[in-house]
């Protein structure tokens, strides 16, 4: 069972940065897609961004694009989210996922999510 934890967030102010981890249990981290969502409040949980481990592409919703980069480190088993240019309708619970597909996307293309970290953005 792989397990997934996310550290990183926390509050910040409108404009500014903050990069989340997530480290990956397990031996197959290399052949992992991996994927951050977010949910906020009231709300359904959002693809955020995606890193393919077949093709190394890197793919955003629209919503973060410009914004947000997405990076992985194979030797320490870790996916990253870089944020910046943060704005209030960003604030959500923001969870790593791992897929075994190609470039997965949906929530149900993902098989192990980890516990979610709270980011903040304040106006």
């Known amino acids: 069972q792989v397990q997934l934890v996310e550290s990183g967030g926390g509050l910040v102010q409108a404009g500014g940065s903050l990069r989340l981890s997530c480290v990956a249990s397990g031996r197959t981290f290399s052949r992992s897609s991996m994927g951050w969502f977010r949910q906020a409040p009231g709300q359904e949980r959002e693809f955020v961004a995606g890193i393919s481990w077949y093709t190394g592409s890197r793919y955003y919703a629209d919503s973060v694009k410009g914004r947000f980069a997405i990076s992985r480190d194979n030797a320490k088993n870790t996916v990253y989210l870089q944020m910046n240019s943060l704005k209030p309708e960003d604030t959500a619970v923001y969870y790593c996922?791992?897929?075994?597909?190609?470039?997965?996307?949906?929530?149900?293309?993902?098989?192990?999510w980890g516990q979610g970290t709270q980011v903040t953005v304040s106006s």
């Open positions: 996922a791992r897929s075994t597909m190609y470039t997965p996307r949906a929530t149900a293309d993902f098989g192990s």
